[in-house]
């Protein structure tokens, strides 16, 4: 019972590393993803707090970060009532229906982009996973051969007759395995190199494309309940000068509503444009993975070619034997 203990006891400690591993790799790769969205934001990239953020050195980053900015103004706060503040206003303000109209218009493309590059991304997943079973299956093939090539049985001539090839070439089937592992492992390493593209790169691009496509749902939301609240707030003030003067001071100021939704556009433009700057690594992507498939391919294709000069030389090996020797047993 104390050794079954003990055994349960390691194989939990074992379980746990595998966990604390995978766990670890995960929130690296998050962590990765961030940066890159973070740096490649076009509103907040060269902010002084984003370098703050990346050159900090020691500890709490975090602490020492709000109290580096505690009196620093949010976007939200800092804007002023007029439209020469906003972000972009080189021609309209962002509370303009044609803001709201160019939003629906990225908003449509956006969510075009989401849903093909989602089915490029199975696509690659479909095919990667396909590679690992093939590495998979030449390593069992090699196995194979290596059983086949060190057979002890003792075949007698009653049962070959005159033909005495599977003895003269079952020699040479143990020296197959070597090409066909090196298969297996560049098939291995192939599939971890696209792995790795697809998780650290594609995965992000297709993961800040949904995370577009909610943004939009919850925005197109909140401009519904803000349409009501202002719709509500005129209604009051309409009917009294008096409850207009109070509500001034707020949420259900018409003033209040309308710089709320106005900010709220103009995080989405960023976040849009956010998007736009991404997509420059669906370039990278198809990059990677053409000089990943290059790259096996000659390493297979040299391989191969070795595998069939071996193969050759074991039918030539009985082709060249005489009548006499193949009749010695």
């Not at 989401?114 to 996973?129: V, W």
């Not at 001071?249 to 956010?274: F, G």
């Amino acid at each position: 019972m104390i050794l079954k203990r003990k055994i349960a006891r390691a194989d939990q400690s074992v379980f746990s590393i595998i966990i604390d591993s995978e766990f670890l790799e995960e929130r690296r790769r998050s962590l990765q993803r961030y940066l890159q969205i973070l740096c490649r934001h076009p509103a907040i990239y060269d902010t002084d707090i984003i370098k703050f953020f990346l050159t900090f050195q020691g500890k709490s980053c975090g602490d020492n970060m709000k109290a580096t900015y505690k009196n620093d103004l949010d976007e939200y706060n800092s804007e002023s009532g007029s439209s020469s503040n906003s972000m972009d206003n080189n021609e309209k303000s962002p509370e303009d229906s044609d803001g709201i109209q160019m939003f629906h218009r990225s908003q449509t493309h956006i969510l075009f982009l989401h849903q093909h590059l989602n089915q490029i991304r199975g696509y690659l997943k479909s095919i990667n996973e396909k590679n690992f079973k093939n590495a998979n299956d030449f390593s069992n093939i090699e196995k194979t051969l290596q059983t086949l090539g060190s057979d002890s049985t003792n075949v007698d001539r009653w049962a070959t007759g005159p033909n005495d090839y599977w003895p003269t070439i079952q020699t040479g089937l143990g020296s197959l395995p070597i090409e066909v592992n090196a298969i297996s492992e560049r098939m291995n390493e192939q599939f971890k190199r696209d792995d790795q593209v697809i998780s650290e790169h594609l995965d992000m691009l297709v993961d800040l494309l949904q995370g577009y496509k909610d943004l939009c749902k919850r925005f197109e939301e909140a401009l519904q309940n803000e349409k009501k609240a202002l719709q509500k707030a005129n209604n009051q003030q309409q009917r009294s000068s008096t409850a207009a003067s109070t509500s001034s001071k707020n949420d259900t100021n018409p003033d209040t509503i309308e710089k709320r939704n106005r900010h709220a556009l103009q995080c989405v433009q960023m976040e849009t444009q956010l998007v736009y700057a991404n997509l420059e690594a669906f370039v990278y992507i198809l990059s990677s993975f053409a000089n990943s498939q290059c790259s096996g391919s000659l390493d297979l294709a040299n391989i191969w070619k070795a595998f069939a000069n071996k193969v050759s030389q074991l039918g030539q090996t009985y082709t060249t034997k005489s009548p006499i020797d193949r009749l010695r047993k």
